[in-house]
């Protein structure tokens, strides 16, 4: 267990559904040498001179060791991370302030590596502890699926890969064609989080009014992160009429889905905070989430409603969807012009709830007084402050009118300074150092002793 999570490790344990943790670290070296010693077992050839048979027992002993540890602290709320230093890397990337922008591209080219870095690392440990390892750790992706205090957690999944695509796309446009297959897959699976996580949490779980937070919103959130995704990249598709129509149809079903489905859910979580009051300390900062479907919202409608404005006006879209070619062009750069204008109206209405939001948000904080030096639950506030800052930037580039500009500015800040913080707490944290040293310790010390 970590040393932020020691303060009041029992209801994190509860609000978090934390992993498994145990409490006597010889059951895990234990573990660990019953695996070693069929290494052994497979290795009586005396091939080597006593000493060096020794070392190499001791140093394959202490890498089950290690991984066993770092298995044994995986939660599938560690994906978290991923669609938090994601959604940094790409508004480090594109920042708001141009002359700040030319030197954050490479500080968002290396949250992107590092994002990357984690993705794939994050990946590979959930497949051997929930597919490979699963007696060993008395749980499975089964479990996980049928638990709605974990699977809420595939829904940051989907929106990590979701970031990746994004920043791929930034760097090399000219990949669209590659980007675009990868969109694709990512649709499929945000509508199986989306819609299969929902329907789990309906058919198999019994869930106490007082136990309902804020992340059983976060399949659905999936659906407008992949619409604003799909959006953004279907502008490169536009010598390709079928493609584009294709990508603005499903870009838009996503969007609207999520917003209806979300007014739905949001209405419970707000039932649950007017009767039984704002979530536990360890778990305030899920407070932040509902943030997310309203700024990532905003932006899918208006990079949606921008690409079908652009396709009308520039590519003959009206004749591809069959309704007429005998406007003129100032007509269809009026029609272009209204949709942009409509796309900022609705993203504001979102943009002024979420808002709201964020200010709740953080006076629930406040509220609860000063927290432990960290806890993983404050990565929840890092991807909702993300959108907004993408919503209020869209918004600019639209209506160059400054307040957008100045609050989109702000949000970026916000959502830097937190990540940062987070990573770095992360590392200190939540890798458990003092168990891999004593593992490490151990060893040395049989060797010396040998």
Not at 200 to 223: G, H, Q, S, Y
Not at 420 to 432: A, G
Request: hydrophobic share 45%.
């Amino acid at each position: 267990m970590s040393r932020a999570s020691k303060h009041n490790s029992k209801t994190e344990m509860d609000i978090e559904s934390q992993i498994r943790v145990n409490e006597n670290d010889d059951g895990v070296v234990s573990g660990c040498e019953e695996r070693c010693s069929s290494i052994n077992d497979d290795n009586d050839t005396p091939t080597a001179s006593p000493t060096s048979s020794v070392l190499g027992h001791q140093e394959t002993r202490k890498c089950f060791q290690v991984l066993d540890i770092i298995l044994d602290n995986l939660h599938p709320m560690h994906f978290v991370i991923t669609m938090g230093v994601g959604i940094t890397s790409g508004i480090l990337y594109n920042f708001p302030i141009e002359c700040i922008r030319h030197g954050s591209r490479y500080l968002g080219i290396a949250y992107f590596y590092i994002n990357l870095t984690c993705f794939i690392v994050i990946h590979l440990l959930f497949i051997m502890k929930y597919f490979f390892l699963c007696d060993r750790y008395k749980t499975s992706f089964k479990d996980v699926l049928y638990d709605h205090r974990l699977n809420v957690f595939l829904g940051c999944e989907v929106m990590g890969t979701s970031t990746l695509i994004n920043m791929i796309y930034f760097m090399r446009p000219d990949w669209y064609v590659f980007v675009y297959v990868l969109w694709w897959i990512n649709v499929a699976f945000s509508i199986l989080v989306g819609w299969g996580v929902t329907f789990l949490m309906f058919a198999c779980n019994k869930i106490r009014p007082e136990d309902i937070n804020a992340t059983i919103l976060l399949p659905i959130v999936t659906l407008t992160v992949v619409a604003s995704t799909g959006s953004l990249i279907s502008v490169s598709f536009m010598d390709n009429p079928k493609w584009q129509i294709s990508s603005n149809i499903i870009t838009f079903l996503l969007f609207a889905n999520a917003v209806v489905l979300s007014i739905f859910i949001v209405s419970v979580y707000f039932e649950r905070l007017f009767i039984h009051g704002l979530p536990p300390k360890p778990a305030i900062y899920t407070c932040f989430i509902p943030i997310g479907i309203l700024g990532q919202g905003g932006w899918a409608i208006q990079l949606n409603y921008k690409d079908v404005g652009h396709f009308i006006a520039h590519h003959s879209g009206l004749k591809w969807i069959g309704l007429g070619t005998d406007y003129s062009q100032e007509i269809l750069l009026s029609i272009e012009s209204v949709l942009n204008f409509f796309g900022v109206c609705i993203a504001l209405v979102l943009a002024s709830v979420g808002v709201c939001f964020t200010v709740i948000s953080f006076m629930s904080v406040i509220y609860c007084g000063k927290p432990p030096t960290f806890i993983r639950t404050m990565w929840a506030s890092t991807f909702p402050l993300g959108t907004m800052a993408l919503s209020f930037n869209e918004m600019f580039k639209t209506t160059n009118i400054q307040g957008f500009h100045i609050v989109g500015t702000i949000y970026s800040v916000m959502l830097f300074l937190i990540t940062t913080y987070c990573l770095i707490n992360t590392v200190i944290f939540e890798i458990p150092f003092g168990k891999i040293r004593n593992v490490c310790h151990q060893d040395a010390t049989k060797v010396t002793e040998n």
